[in-house]
Structure formats: C-alpha cells, structure tokens
C-alpha cells in the first residue's frame, strides 16, 4: 500500500500500523508499535500526537487535512476515520496519510516554470520596445558620424563609434531575448544520445579551451535512441558542458554519463497513482566549487548569472529543451562539486512546444 495506516483504539493503543506509515514517521527501527500507547509510538512527532489526541473529541475529522513533521520536514496529507463497531459506537481511528513531499517539489517546480514564462513575457515586451529607439539610436549616430569626419574631428567620430558599437551590443542582448522566448519547433527524429554527446563535447570545447580539465564520456551500451531534436538536445548538452568548464577555471574533472532510467511522475489524485516512463538519464557533473545553496532556485532564471561576462541564458535554454521534450532536470550540488541529471523520456517530445497558449505566441510573429 503506497499510503500509510495507522490504527489506534479508543484508549490509544496502536493495533495497526504498515510499513509505509513506519518509513513516513521514520519508526522503521522500533517495529514493535503495535500494543503501545501512540503517544509513545510517536513521540518524535508531537504535532500528529496532538491531531490524534483531539481526534475522539471531534464530531467532523480532518479530511484531506496537511502537516509538516517538523523533527523530518516531510509533509504529508492525512484523513482520520472514526472506526466503529455495529453499533455505530467509536472503537478507535484510522488515520489514512501520504508522503507529499514529493507532490511539494512537483509544485515548486511547476512555480519555477510559471516563473519563468512572465519572465519571458516582460521580457519579449522590453526587448519589443526598446528595439526601434535602438535602431534609431544607431542610424543618427551613423549620421553624425559622417558629419564628424567632413568635420574632421577625431575625437568626435572616436565617440560615436563607441556609441554605435554599444547600440550594435544592446540590440544583441534584445535578439537574444527574443530568441529566447519564442517557442521551440522541434525537428522530432530517432536520436542517439551518444551521437548528441559527442557533438555537445566537441562543441563546448571550440568555445571553451578545456585546458587541464579531465572528460570522460560513459555511455550505455544498447542505450536506446530517444524521440527528439538533435539540434536543441545538442544546444542543452552544449549549455551544462560549458558551464562546467567555466566552473573549473582549467583544471579537474567533468564526468558525463548515459544510461536507461524511469522517469516517475506522481499524479495528484488520491489513490497517488505513478506513472513510469521509459527514460534515458544523462548526468553531467563536474568536482568545481558547487553552486550555493541560495542561488540554487535562481540559476535556472533567464539573465541570471554570476559571470561577469555571462549573459545568465545558458540554463534558462536549458530548461526550455528539457520542458519541451516533456523530461525533467535536477541538480546536485555541494562542497564536491555539480551533477546536473537531465531525464528524457524515450518517446517523449511534441514537434510543436508552446509554454503556455496566449502567452508566448505573440512573441513569435515579431521582429
Ligand atoms: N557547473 C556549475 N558549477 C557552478 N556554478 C554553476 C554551474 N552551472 C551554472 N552555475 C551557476 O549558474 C549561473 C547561471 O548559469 P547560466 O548557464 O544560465 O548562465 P551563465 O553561464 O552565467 O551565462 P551564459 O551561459 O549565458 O553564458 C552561472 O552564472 C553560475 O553561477
Ligand atoms: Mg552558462
């Protein structure tokens, strides 16, 4: 049973508890709760002792209600049941409860992506905006620039070049923008994985020297190919390839990997039902300095970035290809460095990826 059961009669004593409910409340080494005083059973968790003890004094139980252990941090949703005898007398109460930490990051995650599409509108917009004073900005200049030089003022003509020149970079950062939130038409073919990592090594390392750093490439045998864009899955690779590189600064290790995998999505229903998907897992990681803890929700935000020459796109593009062939990304990182997992399913992806209807079409008949 994926849901824990807990049981207690009327003078508290525990008649029933499973497994699942042992592994939630984290009682897996004191097995003998059956016959004991809940209180005791779990006194680790004096805010469910407190939920069970007002159980007996409540008309209406809890239903669907959530609680946050605080000595695990796990959060679960739980129902209490009266348990009655024939005469509809209570005898006991049943607590029905689900591990929802699960469910809790599906949710951040989901939140990080809403995230990440009004970024992207705000962004569509500024760029949308600031895209014909721009061009303005960089004919007059052309302009005075010709009179500067019948002129002949150097200096002048020195400046104005420089405007320009800024122009020209400005106008780039809001190609890019643009680029960026416009949806992602994918050319869906068999792809083989190590066809992809091989063209993303080659490619980070044009852009990248790799120095000192040490790479090292596993991939599955019989790993099966994947329904995707080879270009974008490139692009991704590519993307997480760099970055470890960068984090390196020339010397340690990136180690990349390949193998079959299940992609688990927990659906939100009652009965918790889980959907496995055949899956390839591709982990790139590298023994650099780790990102830290509190910059680890915002790394994945367009324009964030902690480079002084990083446009912060990288992981946002990142995310976008992963999203668009329906997988998922999680990163570790720590003291010993960085493992980004990227999991895509073997069949997975769409040719069309919207983000979401309304929002990000307009983006793409612009410019
Ligand atoms: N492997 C890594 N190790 C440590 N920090 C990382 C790693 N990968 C990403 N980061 C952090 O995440 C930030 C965002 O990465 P992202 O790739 O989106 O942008 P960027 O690399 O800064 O710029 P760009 O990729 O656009 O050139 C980086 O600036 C860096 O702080
Ligand atoms: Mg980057």
Known sequence: MRNGVLAITRDGTVAEINAEALRIFQLKRSPNAVGRHFSVVLAKHPDMVRVLHSAFEL????????LRLKTTGKVIGY???HVRDER??????ALFFKDLTKVEQLEERER????????GEMAAAIAHEVKNPLAGIEVMAGLLKRQAAMAESPDAQSLLNDIISEAKMANQIVHEALEFVRPIRLQVEHTALADVLQSAVALAETKIPRRDITLEVKVEEGLPPIQGDHHQLCQLFTNLLINAFEALEGTGTVRVSAREGVLEEEGHGP???VHSTRSVVVQVADNGPGVPRELRDRIFNAFFTTKPQGSGLGLAIVRKVVDAHDGRIDIQSGASG???QVTLPVSGA??????RPGVLARTSTDD
């Open 88 to 93: 509809a007398r209570s005898t006991g109460v």
């Open 338 to 340: 960085t493992c980004f």
């Open 350 to 355: 769409n040719d069309w990826f919207v983000p």
């Open 59 to 66: 008309s209406h139980l809890p239903n669907r209600a959530e």
């Open 271 to 273: 009965a918790g039902e």
């Open 112 to 119: 990080l992506r809403d995230r990440l599409v009004a970024l």
């Open 79 to 81: 129902t209490l049941s």
